[in-house]
């Protein structure tokens, strides 16, 4: 069935850090690749979303390109701010089912000031 | 309303008994989804309805577990004999799916999840 894997945490950077988030999916259709992000004490947000193959994301200084050929979605930031620290989701949705999300496990990070 | 609420926050539950979780879509919002988050793992599909029906319940556990929809608003998900497994925040989330049988992408905006605490 449909999976989502990405990079296990805790990950630990100083602020303004460079930031790769590893994600990689299976799917059997075209599926929608999406980053989740939960900041403490708040609900899961969208982060970005993209819908077909070489789309990028992108979002608070975030993006995330959908590579069809390597089955990935790598989520990137040039420079990470203590207000990043959350936990990220990598999910996909195939677009010709319900629209369910299949979520990776989620990573946390946490950026030192 | 403004978003997806939940109620309660947090439930805490004998080994046993049953709970009730409930969740209020965003107005106008036809579909309507029901996720489990377990400590460390990722979040699991339990449950998806599309207006008051259900055509995807294949994530729901076993046979204590089941929802219902009224109205095409509230939704309640109810869990018999919990038991210490069933332990976990349970997510649920609206979108403006049409009715169409193929999937739309559309963005599904989460409620901030019922805590469930099973002793």
């Known amino acids: 069935g449909d999976s989502v894997t990405q990079m296990e945490g805790p990950v630990t950077l100083s602020e303004e850090a460079c930031l790769t988030i590893n994600c990689t999916y299976t799917a059997t259709g075209y599926p929608s690749l999406f980053w989740y992000v939960q900041y403490p004490g708040e609900g899961l947000q969208l982060l970005l979303k993209a819908t077909k193959a070489d789309d990028k994301g992108s979002n608070k200084g975030f993006e995330a390109t959908y590579r069809k050929e390597t089955t990935s979605f790598h989520l990137e930031k040039g420079s990470v701010q203590v207000s990043d620290s959350a936990v990220y989701f990598c999910a996909l949705s195939e677009m010709n089912r319900d629209d369910k999300i299949i979520f990776g496990k989620g990573t946390r990070l946490h950026i030192l000031p | 309303g403004a978003g997806v609420s939940q109620s309660p926050s947090n439930k805490v539950t004998e080994k046993g008994k049953d709970v009730e979780l409930r969740c209020d879509p965003i107005?106008?919002?036809?579909?309507l989804y029901w996720y489990r988050q377990r400590l460390g793992q990722g979040l699991e599909f339990l449950i998806y309805f599309q207006g008051n029906s259900a055509p995807d319940k294949s994530g729901l556990p076993s046979d204590r577990f089941s929802a219902e929809r009224t109205g095409e608003s509230v939704s309640t998900l109810t869990i018999q004999r919990t038991q210490q497994e069933d332990s976990a925040v349970y997510l649920c989330?609206?979108?403006?799916?049409?009715?169409?049988?193929?999937?739309?992408?559309?963005?599904?905006?989460f409620g901030p999840g019922t805590r469930l605490l099973v002793l």
């Open positions: 989330a609206s979108s403006s799916r049409g009715l169409a049988g193929v999937g739309t992408g559309q963005t599904q905006y």
């Open positions: 107005s106008g919002h036809t579909a």
